[in-house]
């Protein structure tokens, strides 16, 4: 199982020297496994260089995209890209897509009524491949291909999903966006069932202490929480993720030796999720 980093920056997108090396696209995640139709996790801004990345392939085989998104939520830096997914432009593509069921209104609803004027040029439903969108409770698994994914609800504002995906004995925790405790130490059960033993945790790391000290209703996490998190639940590597749009890579850089710190056990490998960086998880 390979993991790709389309996407590491959370809030908004941003765009300049500062945050050259470790890019400026909202979170958008590419799974993959040999024979498998990709997963994507959120679609944000990152969706769109990954929609380029794989429309290539897919043009040289003359086969129309196939694969699976999974949301988070859908809070404008998790859906942005989804209008600039270039291969939902071709006919018959095909992107199932899993998120949160909404309380007031169809999830399927929702994304529709966010991509259609005066928002965007054009509606949703003009694209010429097909979104078919699937609502999760939060409860029990689903087979993605090959893929086990399991979701749960997790900390954050408004309604908002952790996932698990597995394959072939190997396991990913995706947990982009999670609101810190008051007290930065107690982890909720179902964050626990998420992460517990995964051999890659992807996981909110957006402020410093000083920083949630203002923000600690903001919905996310410190560094520090991270690294709690990651070792209340043994896994075995760690990636910051959703880094703060006012982060420049000296930031992140700094907040990394601060994580690696705080993680003296030796089979914690901690690192900071950067665009174009690949994790192979290993074969079964």
């Known amino acids: 199982m390979r993991v790709t980093y389309y996407g590491v920056r959370g809030s908004c997108p941003c765009s300049s020297d500062r945050q050259r090396r470790y890019g400026g696209n909202t979170s958008c995640v590419l799974v993959e496994a040999d024979g498998e139709p990709p997963v994507i996790l959120d679609l944000g801004t990152g969706v769109r260089a990954l929609g380029e990345a794989l429309e290539r392939p897919l043009r040289a085989s003359g086969v129309p995209l196939r694969a699976t998104a999974l949301l988070t939520h859908l809070h404008y830096d998790h859906i942005l890209g989804l ?80 996932f698990r995906i597995e394959h072939g004995g190997r396991s990913l925790a995706y947990l982009p966006d999670h609101q810190a405790p008051a007290d930065r130490r107690s982890v909720d059960e179902r964050v626990l069932e998420l992460c517990e033993g995964a051999d890659l945790l992807v996981h909110d790391a957006q402020y410093t202490d000083d920083e949630f000290v203002t923000r600690a209703d903001w919905g996310h996490s410190t560094v520090a929480y991270a690294v709690h998190v990651a070792l209340e639940s043994g896994v075995r590597r760690l990636a910051l993720f959703h880094h703060d749009p006012a982060h420049g890579d000296r930031d992140v850089d700094q907040m990394l030796v601060h994580a690696r710190r705080l993680a003296p056990r030796r089979d914690l490998d901690v690192t900071a999720a950067a665009e174009g960086t690949t994790v192979d998880l290993g074969e079964p």
Not at 90 to 118: C, F, I, N, R, S
Not at 136 to 155: I, K, N, Q
């Open 83 to 162: 209008p600039f997914f270039a291969p939902l432009r071709e006919p018959g593509a095909l992107l199932d897509v899993y998120g949160p069921a909404q309380p007031d209104q169809p999830l399927a609803e929702v994304l529709t009524d966010a991509v259609k004027p005066p928002f965007f040029p054009i509606h949703l439903g003009e694209f010429r491949g097909d979104i078919e969108v699937h609502e999760l409770d939060g409860t029990g698994e689903l087979a993605v291909g090959s893929f086990v994914v399991r979701a749960r609800r997790v900390p954050h504002r408004g309604e908002t999903l952790g």
